[in-house]
C-alpha cells in the first residue's frame, strides 16, 4: 500500500507522513480492513443521557485493552515495524500512546523507548514500566517529547510510532473507529462526529473510515482545552494556517495540551479539513471539562480522561448533538481517578439516595442496624 500526498498527489512509501516533494500531508490510499490477527472486539457505542445531549451516541474508546484509541494505532504501527524486521521502535507520548505502544510491543518481543514529558503522571510511568519498556522523561509537553522521538528515530534507524499525522499509519489505523460506528449505527444516520484533538488524526480518520463504509462525509467538531488550544484559536479568528502554542500551558488535560512546535502545518492541513466539512473547533477552560466528566459518570457511567471532555463540552455548545451525532470518547480516566488529579465532588448523601429510591427517609437507621448486628 502507497501514501498519496493530500496537496501535490505524489506517492510515497507507507512509512511516509510527510511528502517528500512539498512537505503536505501523505495518507494510505488504500480502504481499512481488519487484520485477521488483531482480535479486539469493538468499543462500545452508548447513547448518553447527559443534558442538553440526551440521545448523542458515545464510542467509548476506553474499553480498549490499553484504555484509549491508542491502541488501534499502535496495533497498527507495531504490526508493520516487525514485519520491517526493526530491532525496536520508539514512542512520543504524553500518556496513552505509551501505555498501548508498550503493550503491543510487549506482544510482539519488541524493544520499545518511551519518551514522556517530565509532568507526565506516575501511574502512567508504572503502567508503562510493567510492560518492560524503557522510560526517558523530557520537556514540558508533546512537542519536546516528538522532537526527541523524532531526533532518536532518524539517528539509530528505529521506526517512530508517531501518533501524528507524522505516521500516516496513524490516520488509517483510526479509521477502524468510523468502520464500527456505521455498524454500530445500522440505519441511523451519521451527520456529525466529534473528538478531543492534539492535532487530528484521530477524528480524521474516523471520518475516513465512516466514508469508506458507503455513508456521506460527516460534519467534524474537534475539542481543546483552553490551557493550550492552538487549532481553537486559530479556527475563532479565522485564520488561515495554525500556529505553535507560545503562552503558557495550563490545562490538566495532558493528552491534547500540545505546542504544536515543529509540526504546526499538520493542524493547518486537520484545521482545513473541519471547515471543509462545516464543522468547527472549540476549547473549553478544566472547570468545564470537569464538569463534563462528572456528567459522564453520573449519567452515562462513563469514567474518562479529562481530555475526553474537550469533545462533549464542543459537541454541546456547538448544539449539534442528538440521535445523528456521535462523539468519540478517546480514553479512560481510570488513570485520573486513581490520582490526586480528581477532584470529583463527594459521593451522594446516603440518606438522600434512600429517599430518592424507597421515599424513607430514615431507611438509613434501619440499615445502620443491620451492620451493627452483623459486626456484632
Not at 458515545?58 to 515495524?81: C, H, I, Q, Y
Not at 487549532?231 to 500551558?249: C, L, T
Request: aromatic content about 4%.
Amino acid at each position: 500500500m502507497t501514501n498519496i500526498c493530500q496537496n501535490c498527489g505524489t506517492s510515497a512509501p507507507r512509512s511516509t507522513g510527510h511528502c517528500p516533494v512539498c512537505g503536505g500531508i501523505c495518507l494510505r490510499s488504500g480502504i481499512w480492513t481488519a487484520n485477521p490477527n488483531d482480535l479486539r472486539s469493538a468499543t462500545p457505542l452508548l447513547k448518553s443521557r447527559i443534558p442538553g445531549l440526551e440521545g448523542t451516541w458515545m464510542k467509548f474508546e476506553g474499553a480498549n485493552p490499553s484504555g484509549s484509541f491508542k491502541d488501534r494505532v499502535m496495533s497498527t504501527l507495531v504490526a508493520e515495524a516487525v514485519e520491517d524486521g526493526a530491532p525496536g521502535a520508539v514512542v512520543a507520548s504524553s500518556g496513552n500512546a505509551a501505555v498501548a505502544a508498550a503493550s503491543h510491543c510487549a506482544r510482539a518481543g519488541l524493544p520499545l523507548l518511551v519518551v514522556v514529558p517530565e509532568r507526565v503522571p506516575a501511574p502512567i510511568l508504572d503502567m508503562v514500566g510493567l510492560r518492560g519498556a524503557a522510560v526517558l522523561r523530557v520537556g514540558e509537553g508533546p512537542a519536546a517529547v516528538h522532537h526527541l522521538a523524532k531526533l532518536v528515530s532518524e539517528r539509530f534507524q528505529l521506526p517512530n510510532l508517531a501518533s501524528t499525522f507524522g505516521a500516516s499509519g496513524c490516520e488509517f489505523a483510526c479509521r477502524s473507529i468510523g468502520h464500527e460506528m456505521a455498524d454500530q449505527m445500522g440505519e441511523r444516520p451519521i451527520a456529525t462526529v466529534a473528538a478531543s484533538v492534539s492535532v487530528g488524526p484521530v477524528l480524521l480518520g474516523a471520518a475516513r473510515g465512516i466514508i469508506e463504509s458507503g455513508r456521506d462525509s460527516p460534519r467534524l467538531v474537534a475539542g481543546q482545552a483552553a490551557g493550550c488550544a492552538p487549532i481553537a484559536r486559530a479556527f475563532s479568528v479565522g485564520a488561515k494556517e495554525v500556529h505553535p502554542w507560545e503562552d503558557p500551558v495550563d490545562t490538566r488535560a495532558t493528552s491534547i495540551a500540545d505546542r504544536l512546535t515543529g509540526y504546526s502545518s499538520e493542524a493547518t492541513y486537520f484545521l482545513n479539513q473541519v471547515r471543509a466539512s462545516g464543522g468547527l473547533v472549540d476549547a473549553a477552560a478544566d472547570e468545564e471539562l470537569q464538569e463534563i466528566r462528572g456528567l459522564l459518570a453520573s449519567h452515562d457511567g462513563l469514567d474518562v480522561e479529562l481530555s475526553s471532555c474537550a469533545a462533549v463540552a464542543a459537541l454541546r455548545r456547538s448544539e449539534l448533538g442528538g440521535s445523528d451525532a456521535v462523539c468519540i470518547l478517546t480514553g479512560s480516566g481510570v488513570k485520573e481517578t486513581l490520582t490526586a488529579l480528581s477532584q470529583f465532588s463527594q459521593p451522594q448523601n446516603i440518606d438522600e439516595f434512600f429517599l430518592s429510591t424507597v421515599g424513607e427517609e430514615a431507611a438509613m437507621k434501619e440499615v445502620q442496624t443491620w451492620i451493627h448486628e452483623y459486626q456484632s
